[in-house]
């Protein structure tokens, strides 16, 4: 099922780069996996400048992500608890990213810099929980993302509306593995390790204090 997402994400890739090649005539589409991809699709599409969603936040996270050399090895005797690679991930969800504003510029909804902020976000859970994802990271690796965003972005509205989306994708995916796995004391530490996307799901702030204790 997640393995499906992540082929998904890449043929939508492909798919809106077709719908886009007689649509701009720019090579933004060229930059997918990128930082430089923002700055082309502010310059060349749509400019929402230095607060916008493109600048403001797509291009400064991507260059602190990128930055961010993530711990690869799981704890130990934590078994293949958390099989997501960190720096797999990182890379993975760039490229969604990037792929889900080919989409929203391939679309017919209306392009202004509201609109494009609004389906930006929108699209960030399904790219964290894609192939590797969000919840399969080690709870150090998950602290690294979370120290990674600035506090002001972290505690608006819509950072915790997307912490809280991408939770209840966790909790879903902790059950499907759950369900899935014969062993049962990998489907305790599993149950224990869901309680923490629930406890996301139902309140992120609860969430977000986890990252600023680990700073």
Not at 111 to 135: E, I, M, V, W
């Amino acid at each position: 099922m997640m393995r499906l997402r992540g082929l998904l994400c890449l043929g939508s890739w492909l798919v809106t780069g077709l719908l886009l090649a007689d649509t701009y005539d720019d090579d933004c589409a060229e930059l997918i996996g990128s930082c430089e991809y923002y700055e082309c699709i502010d310059q060349e599409r749509l400019s929402c400048g230095d607060d916008g969603y493109a600048l403001g936040y797509g291009k400064k996270y991507c260059e602190r992500f990128s930055a961010i050399d993530f711990q690869e090895n799981a704890p130990p005797f934590s078994g293949d608890l958390y099989p997501a690679k960190g720096n797999e991930w990182r890379d993975n969800v760039r490229s969604c990213l990037q792929v889900s504003m080919e989409a929203f510029f391939a679309s017919d909804d209306e392009k202004d810099c509201s609109a494009l902020r609004t389906f930006a976000f929108d699209s960030h859970p399904a790219c964290y929980t894609g192939a590797p994802t969000f919840c399969e990271l080690t709870p150090e690796n998950i602290v690294r993302v979370g120290l990674t965003i600035q506090l002001n972005d972290l505690f608006k509205a819509e950072s915790q509306k997307q912490i809280r989306d991408t939770a209840r994708i966790c909790v879903t995916q902790m059950d499907e593995r759950i369900d899935a796995e014969s062993r049962p004391w990998m489907r305790f530490k599993l149950a224990e390790y869901k309680k923490i996307w629930v406890l996301a799901s139902a309140d992120p702030r609860l969430f977000l204090s986890l990252f600023r204790h680990g700073k």
